[in-house]
């Protein structure tokens, strides 16, 4: 090995060495493995950690590091009593008790190795602000009380920030509740505002994470159609007639997974549908920071022109940063804010203060904007890749292209089966997110979802495509 060599390598190569070792016999000492090895000291301590951590390898401190003793034989256990045990409630009301992920997990697994990821929604590590991240947490970790319990709705500074980023709402810290990310946001929202067994106007199609911990809380999704112009009203107005559902769920800015923008026609016409239903409105506003370089001003949220406290606005900075970063805001007008802060203290208590500290160093820092301005640029180019790639290579698909966003949403020609091509082009080496799971209902046609966020760059954002257009061509 050498000095560029990762701990991971390092601690697969003692493994098998330490194997060889009788239970309780000493290992070598720290600065012959160095000298053996050829690595640093550094990385000989966070390869031997994993070794503890696994059970191999015991420490006593000054007398060196051993094999560890057998482990401890384990009885088997018959667990198929659960089987029953977990079904066998009567469901109320026809509520379903499993919890389905399949959908959401899809879209989040990782591509196998050396098969490009055009299926997942979080950056690629050259896209995140990973130093400048790093640099925000140590500074975080300063500060006095960040190991304490923060406010149950949030670091004030922090909630201040959130109102001022919502453009044009006039909010301050009193109409924000901090949360673990965007989907604990999705999950506190509708628990707070429908009841299981409810009906819940959703998109259609819509992020599968949405439709996941709907299903999961017992809710029944109704689906109203997007086209270009993004939600329609007509049919909405509709479904608040024919359901009497109090809770729309929407993406009004580069909507997930069509890329839509809500029209400007279409804005009042969602929010007095809401408001003669007498519902709420819980926008979903993920994507403001992930408009392209060539975008045009995105339009304020729906929050901004809301005079009834209709709106509960979701606020996110996992997608513009990394997946680790889960933190995320609700922000809401009345008493329907005491019923969010509510359920998120009982589902989780509070979002832990390092971690609402560590975004105050961040987005207050130089490096942040600069980091928005890269994200822009990054997305930018590798959506003009993965167009020209599917115009070059895939004539016969209809990709609906969008200035925001992460992904590419593809019509298949009537007839495709989705998942024949998803399986064929994972074996061509290319990962795509089906559409079938971002339907809340039967899909009028098959779709494919190309996520870029997650290529290392154009170049290879554009051979995903060239390895998708191979499979299509072979089916």
Request: charged letters at 25%; a neutral charge; aromatic letters at 6%.
């Amino acid at each position: 090995m050498n000095k560029g060599s990762s701990d991971r390598d390092l601690a697969d190569f003692l493994r098998r060495e330490f194997e060889r070792y009788a239970p309780g016999e000493r290992l070598p000492a720290s600065r012959s493995l160095v000298e053996r090895h050829g690595v640093g000291p550094g990385t000989l301590s966070r390869a031997m950690a994993r070794l503890v951590a696994e059970g191999l390898v015991v420490t006593r401190p000054g007398a060196g590091s051993f094999r560890a003793g057998e482990p401890v034989r384990r009885l088997a256990r018959d667990t198929s009593w659960q089987e029953v045990a977990l079904d066998a409630v009567p469901e109320a009301g026809g509520i379903p008790r499993s919890v389905d992920d399949s959908g959401l997990t899809a879209t989040f697994a990782p591509a196998p190795p050396g098969v490009i990821s055009l299926h997942a929604g979080y950056p690629h590590a050259s896209l995140r602000p990973d130093r400048e991240l790093s640099a925000a947490v140590t500074r975080a970790a300063r500060r006095p009380g960040v190991w304490g319990s923060p406010p149950w709705e949030g670091v004030t500074e922090l909630r201040d920030w959130f109102a001022r980023e919502i453009d044009g709402a006039s909010l301050d810290a009193s109409h924000v509740l901090v949360t673990g990310g965007g989907q604990s946001a999705l999950a506190t929202a509708l628990r707070a505002l429908a009841p299981p067994g409810a009906p819940v106007l959703v998109e259609s199609p819509t992020y599968p994470g949405l439709l996941a911990v709907a299903r999961a809380l017992g809710m029944r999704l109704v689906p109203v159609p997007v086209d270009e112009d993004g939600l329609r009203v007509e049919l909405l107005v509709e479904a608040f007639a024919g359901t009497g559902a109090r809770v729309l769920v929407c993406q009004p800015l580069f909507h997930n997974p069509t890329g839509a923008v809500l029209a400007p026609e279409r804005r009042a016409g969602v929010l007095r549908a809401a408001r003669e239903a007498g519902a709420f409105v819980v926008e979903d506003d993920f994507a403001r920071r992930l408009a392209h370089t060539d975008a045009p001003p995105s339009p304020p949220p729906l929050i901004a022109d809301d005079r009834h406290g209709t709106v509960v606005h979701v606020h996110s900075l996992t997608k513009a940063t990394s997946p680790g970063l889960r933190v995320g805001a609700l922000a809401a007008r009345g008493p329907v804010l005491r019923r969010l802060r509510a359920v998120q203290v009982v589902d989780s208590l509070f979002v832990p203060r390092v971690l609402q500290e560590t975004v105050l160093e961040l987005v207050g820092s130089p490096a942040w904007g600069r980091h928005l301005r890269a994200l822009s640029e990054g997305l930018t180019r590798r959506r003009t890749a993965v167009a020209a790639a599917l115009l070059e290579r895939a004539p016969l698909v209809e990709p609906v292209l969008r200035p925001g966003g992460y992904q590419v949403w593809v019509r298949l020609p009537d007839g495709t089966d989705e998942d024949a091509v998803a399986g064929t082009a994972l074996r061509a080496g290319v990962k795509v997110a089906a559409g079938r799971p971002f339907f809340p209902g039967e899909p009028p046609a098959p779709y494919l979802r190309l996520a870029f966020a997650d290529t290392s760059g154009p170049e290879e954002a554009a051979e995903g495509v060239r390895r998708l257009a191979g499979a299509l061509a072979g089916l």
